[in-house]
């Protein structure tokens, strides 16, 4: 599958991605923890009717790590997105995105709604929370800090360990062990910066409604039962989105797309069945 990864040239910044399979355009975004390998699970079995692609987003080789803090931050994400597609010449497409990745379609869902065919955000808002978000900025602010004095191995440890993705690690101990030497693995300049420009600045989901009740395109929203961060902005995105569908998948965490495959992949494709058919959206 490496043998796949390309890497653009031109952009503000290059990015590397994977581009696989013929039909629509499906586009992957992913999370702080993960990179275009966490959603290899999708691509290998959806790429057989849609053109999937997944990419690694600024500050994550082999895609260009900025040096500069200024350079990163949500509004980069969506842009990087678009870009990818003006790159690939893909004029609208299915987007997917997980966390920070899921932060990042939801917004290109107002921002650029004419480049959008639907949109699914999973395990996204946390931090976006009526209560304890000043918690959550300081702690990212922190792992930024600890990630550059001790490295991304020890600094992440705890947190890949964090109570959202303990359900992964009960599961598949292997999966989550793959999972976490990605993990420890990514460039810790970049994971530093997005942290401090991309998790810790964005502005909170529940401060959104105005932009999110605009939002045309069909959307599936996925949530994992034992994901409490993400409980609230998912809740509120499914209230304010016109016509959103949720789908809550039981005794699972953050990591949906890793913990539960088969279960993801039948609820995603599901979903673009029906938006295929004039049914994306509820009633």
Not at 150 to 167: H, Q, S
């Amino acid at each position: 599958m490496t043998t796949l990864i390309r890497r653009t040239i031109g952009l503000p910044v290059n990015l590397a991605y994977l581009d696989v399979g013929t039909g629509q355009p499906l586009i992957f975004v992913h999370e702080f923890a993960g990179d275009m390998m966490s959603w290899l699970p999708q691509v290998n079995a959806l790429s057989r009717r849609f053109r999937c692609i997944a990419y690694n987003a600024r500050g994550y080789k082999p895609s260009d790590v900025p040096a500069d803090a200024s350079a990163y931050g949500w509004e980069f994400a969506v842009s990087d997105l678009i870009a990818l597609m003006d790159f690939l010449k893909i004029a609208k497409a299915h987007i997917v995105g997980l966390s920070m990745g899921g932060y990042a379609v939801v917004s290109a869902g107002y921002l650029h709604p004419d480049r959008i065919l639907s949109i699914t955000p999973c395990s996204a808002g946390s931090g976006s929370v009526s209560q304890g978000r000043e918690e959550m900025i300081s702690s990212s602010l922190a792992l930024a800090e600890r990630i550059e004095r001790e490295g991304m191995r020890n600094a992440v440890a705890e947190y890949a360990k964090g109570d959202a993705r303990l359900p992964f690690f009960e599961k598949d101990p292997l999966g989550f062990d793959t999972f976490f030497q990605q993990f420890a693995s990514h460039d810790g300049l970049g994971s530093a910066l997005t942290l401090r420009g991309f998790q810790a600045r964005r502005p909170s989901l529940l401060d959104q409604g105005r932009a999110l009740s605009t939002i045309g395109a069909p959307v599936l929203l996925m949530l994992g039962d034992r994901d409490s961060g993400c409980v609230e902005p998912t809740l509120f995105m499914w209230r304010t989105i016109p016509g959103a569908s949720l789908a809550v998948l039981p005794n699972s965490g953050h990591c949906i797309n890793l913990e539960e495959p088969e279960v993801f992949n039948h609820l995603l494709l599901d979903f673009l069945d029906r938006v295929a058919a004039g049914a994306g959206q509820a009633n």
